[in-house]
């Protein structure tokens, strides 16, 4: 079964608008990190916030941490119609014999320019 | 240039007949990885590799086999035991065990398989 599951499935913003996307996750990580693909494509690593930490920033990208309701939030400020894609959190769980991060369902991000 | 690289980008299959899909890097990682992504979903974990010669079972490894000989290729080979074997397969890579820190995933371009 999937550890993360985003929120919501599909956005739909105008080029300007900030768009925010969530992740839930069900069991104690490590980490979590933030993954980007378009259509077709191989997935690019964003960002990655650690499990001690709250709040992290690069460029118009903002994560947040709440490790005590297993969420996260990825927002997206100023949004381009480059930003268009579909976006992942991955957790790397705590030990669990299994070394490799489960991805969620993703949130497809469309941005109308 | 550093990379992931998968071959061939579309492949084509008849039923009842093994595949195996190529992947490649040169950026000395020690861990590989396949996914398998269908359609609007995320990504499931078929197999994965933390060292050469060694491998384990993902999260949907039926109907699928791998081999790690060299720390450059991960093969996936879809045998016609797999149900449904039309999607699209990506492979990636991380950093070398031997670093502590979270694994970051490199990701290849992806190979879409169809089953004719």
């Known amino acids: 079964s999937q550890q993360g599951e985003e929120d919501p499935q599909a956005l739909s913003i105008q080029e300007g608008e900030n768009a925010t996307m969530n992740c839930s996750y069900k069991t104690s990580i490590n980490n979590l990190q933030w993954y980007r693909q378009n259509s077709g494509r191989g997935l690019v690593h964003l960002i990655l916030?650690?499990?001690?930490?709250r709040e992290k920033h690069s460029g118009r990208l903002r994560v947040t941490l709440d490790t005590s309701k297993k969420s996260s939030s990825l927002l997206i400020t100023a949004s381009r119609a480059a930003d268009t894609a579909s976006y992942f959190c991955a957790t790397d769980a705590k030990p669990t014999g299994r070394r490799a991060l489960t991805f969620g369902s993703g949130t497809r991000l469309q941005v109308q320019p | 240039d550093g990379g992931i690289t998968q071959s061939p980008k579309y492949l084509f299959r008849k039923e009842g007949q093994n595949v195996t899909l190529s992947c490649e890097q040169n950026?000395?990682?020690?861990?590989m990885y396949w996914y398998r992504q269908d359609p609007g979903q995320g990504l499931r974990l078929i197999y994965y590799?933390?060292?050469?010669?060694?491998?384990q079972k993902g999260d949907i490894a039926e109907g699928y086999s791998v081999s790690r000989e060299k720390k450059e290729s991960f093969p996936l080979t879809v045998t016609s035991a797999q149900k449904n074997p039309t999607a699209f397969y990506l492979c990636a890579s991380s950093r070398p065990r031997a670093l502590a820190g979270p694994d970051t995933q490199y990701f290849g371009p992806g190979t879409r398989l169809t089953v004719l």
């Open positions: 916030i650690r499990s001690n930490e």
């Open positions: 950026l000395n990682h020690d861990a």
């Open positions: 590799s933390q060292i050469v010669n060694d491998f």
